[in-house]
Every structure is written in C-alpha cells, then in structure tokens.
C-alpha cells in the first residue's frame, strides 16, 4: 500500500513537465527532439539583472529577508503597479514569494475553503486545477469558445455562478492560448463580480509584458470590484528570470497578510539575492522585455505562417504570451501509415514526438481536449524545422 496521503494522491504532474521528460529521453537516445513543451524563454536574463545579484553577493547580502519581501523590492513592485498599471497599492499589500506560482497558490490557499467552487477560465494554466484540488476545493471549468479565441464571456461566467462560487482564476495574456483580454471585456467581467460581493477574482499577468496588441488592463483597475482581486505578476517570462524564482501579488491588506502567513510556514521569503536581482529589473524598467518582445512577435508570425498551411489545423492568432494552440481535432479517428487509430489528443502528442521528434503537450491538461500547445519560445530555425515535420506527420494520417 502507498504511503503516500489522500491529498497527494489526487494531485497529478504538471503535464508540461511530463512530457518535457519524455522529450528528454528520447534526446537521451540520440533522437533529435525538438521540444516545443515548455514554458520557456530562450533568452538570457539581461546583464543589468545578474550585476545586481553579483554585487548582492559580494555584499554579503545572503541571509534571511523578511518573509514578503525586502521593503526596496515591495516599494518598487508598487512603483511599477503605479506607473505601468495605475493601481495603487501600499508595501503590506505586496507579497513577494518564489515565482507567481507561489504567488498563485498563496492566493488559492488563502481563499478558497473546503467544498468552495473556483470558475477557471479554460483552456487555463495546468497548476490551477492542481492549486484547487490541494485547497480542497472544486474547480468549475469554464471553456471559452474556439470562435472567441477562447476567451471566456460575460455570461459564459454568470451562468457558472451558485451559491458556493469562490473564486474565478484567468490568466491575460493567457497560457496556453495567447488571448489577452481587453479593457471592454474585463469590464463586462468586473460588472459581473460586481453583482456577487463574495467572489474574488485572482488575475495571473505573469505574461504582461509579452503582449502584441498594445495594451495591457488589469482587472483591478474597476473599482467596484478592486478590493476582491489579487493580481499576480513576476518576472519569470518579461524578464526571461525562470530559474530565480521570483514572483509576487497585490492583494487587500488582510488577504496579503495571509499570503504571508502562509509563505512564513513553508519557504520564507525567496532568496535574498534574487530579491535584489528582481530589484534591479523593475527599476531598469521594461525596455529589455520590449526587445524580446519583438522576437516573440516575429516568431509568432512565422509559425502562423506555416501552421495555416497545414490543412485542418485551425489555429487562433495568439495576441501574446509564446504559444500556439492550435485545434486538432480533425485529426482524431485517423489512423497513422500503421493503422493505429489516434484517438485523442493524448496520443496525436506522443505519435508527434514519436514520428516528426516533435514534444508538444496535449491540450487536455489544460481543460482544452481538441487542442495542442506549441511553444514558440524557440529559434526562429528550430521552429520552422519543427513545424515543416509535424506537417509531414500529420499528413500520413488518414
Ligand atoms: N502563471 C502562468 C500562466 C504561467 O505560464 C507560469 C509559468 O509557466 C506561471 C504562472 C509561473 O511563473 P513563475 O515561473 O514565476 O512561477
């Protein structure tokens, strides 16, 4: 029998990470995988960023911080909400942890009770639905429409409102489908909050900078609703920083508190040097994000360009973040040139990393079971090589 605990056993792998595993070992054996699975700038942290780091530690800066944070790094999260976000938070409202995953579940953990229904906007993010299930709540899924770019509506969400509705989790831009919600619709949502004083609303923005329209809107800029949003953000993605692991939210003083209490139970605070590597970002301001930026455009319209080329593909234009998420559906039921039958999304990912060395990660991990996601956060040759096989392979399939 397994030792392990009932809770534990119902929280799943991220299947992200799975299948970058698989990937790996087939990598291993000398394969030449080209993995599209992860989340993952292929940038380098910028100089003025790693500097500050240097010198944190050369200044002996290497010890325990408070658990939310240094009060520098609070004040400059609060200058950057100010000057990029107009929201207007003070430092005990900042809660700095290891990565907006931290954030996310201190967030989660804080809020949501035992048997509490949490609406996720889907296709959402793989961690929320684990988040929920560790919080002992229920997750809701909401789908948002193919011909909407997946974005969930107004009343998509006031039809998933019952007495026991929590919490509504979004991602804007979003992981894995790019879609950025506009000031129009975000205000159609907070209208809808608005009507329900006891649902928070938690807004993951980790993606804020990585934006092709322009402009970006938090939710917590609608009054009405201000109070009940935590608004998470870090700098793993604009500032191409996953491995520092740091990432932070804006919350009610008392919700931040909790935050806090929480994090002071299982982490702390993040490392002290990477506090002051996050520093020094946000007061570089965003023009290093600006020229990445300009890439992840640019490799997101060069992908579009070859994936629209491959029949029955139906792929949405990502508005930011560095994904694709093309629909696949027409590809379920076929058979491969050995007559296996792909029945679901799972099995076209493996018979892509199989057949064309191609990792991507089935779409049902993320409550989206007609879809795969593509990383584009790759060189522009390794992307077009990528995708000339996958069309390859998808077309032996009939
Ligand atoms: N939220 C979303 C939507 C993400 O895609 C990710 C990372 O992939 C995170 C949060 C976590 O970010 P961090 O690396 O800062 O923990």
Redesign the pocket.
């Known amino acids: 029998i397994s030792p392990l605990s009932a809770r534990l056993s119902r929280i799943t792998e991220p299947a992200t990470i799975a299948m970058s595993k698989k990937a790996r070992e087939l990598a291993a054996q000398g394969v030449d995988v080209i993995s599209l699975s992860l989340?993952e700038p292929d940038f380098q942290t910028p100089q003025y960023i790693k500097d500050a780091a240097k010198q944190a530690i050369d200044e002996g800066f290497t010890f325990y911080t408070p658990v939310p944070g240094i009060a520098e790094l609070r004040q400059a999260i609060c200058d950057k909400f100010a000057r990029e976000n107009d929201l207007h938070f003070q430092p005990n409202q900042i809660v700095v942890g290891?990565?907006?995953?931290?954030a996310?579940a201190n967030a989660v953990l804080s809020l949501v009770d035992p048997g509490d229904e949490v609406i996720v906007f889907s296709p959402y993010?793989v961690?929320y639905e684990e988040m929920v299930k560790l919080a002992d709540g229920i997750t809701v899924p909401v789908l948002g429409a193919l011909e909407n770019d997946y974005k969930v509506t107004a009343a998509q969400l006031e039809a998933a409102i019952t007495p026991r509705t929590k919490l509504i989790m979004y991602?804007s831009p979003?992981?894995p489908t790019g879609a950025v919600f506009s000031k129009e619709e975000l205000g159609e949502i907070a209208a809808v909050l608005a009507r329900h004083p006891r649902i928070w609303a938690v807004a993951?923005e980790?993606?804020e900078y990585i934006n092709f329209v322009g402009e970006h809107y938090s939710l917590a800029r609608f009054p009405e609703v201000a109070e009940r949003v935590v608004t998470?953000n870090?700098?793993?993605?604009g500032y191409a920083m996953?491995g520092w692991?740091?990432?932070y939210l804006a919350a009610r003083a008392d919700v931040a508190a909790a935050c806090d209490k929480l994090q002071s139970q299982f982490t702390s605070a993040t490392c002290s040097i990477t506090q002051r590597a996050g520093l020094a970002a946000l007061r570089g301001g965003r023009a290093s994000a600006d020229e990445m930026v300009a890439a992840y455009r640019r490799r997101r319209d060069l992908v579009l360009g070859i994936v629209r080329d491959i029949p029955d593909l139906i792929t949405p234009t990502p508005e930011g973040a560095f994904y694709i998420f093309p629909d696949v559906s027409a590809f379920l039921g076929r058979r491969t040139s050995e007559g296996v039958i792909i029945n679901d999304v799972n099995e076209l990912a493996l018979y892509l990393l199989q057949d064309a060395h191609v990792a991507a990660v089935p779409g049902d991990a993320f409550g989206a079971p007609s879809c795969l996601r593509f990383s584009t956060a790759s060189a522009d040759e390794k992307l077009v090589e990528a995708f000339r096989r996958i069309k390859v392979s998808l077309g032996k399939l009939n």
């Open positions: 989340g290891t990565g907006a995953k931290q996310l993010w961690s991602s979003c992981n993951d980790i993606y998470v870090g700098f793993s993605k996953t692991r740091i990432g």
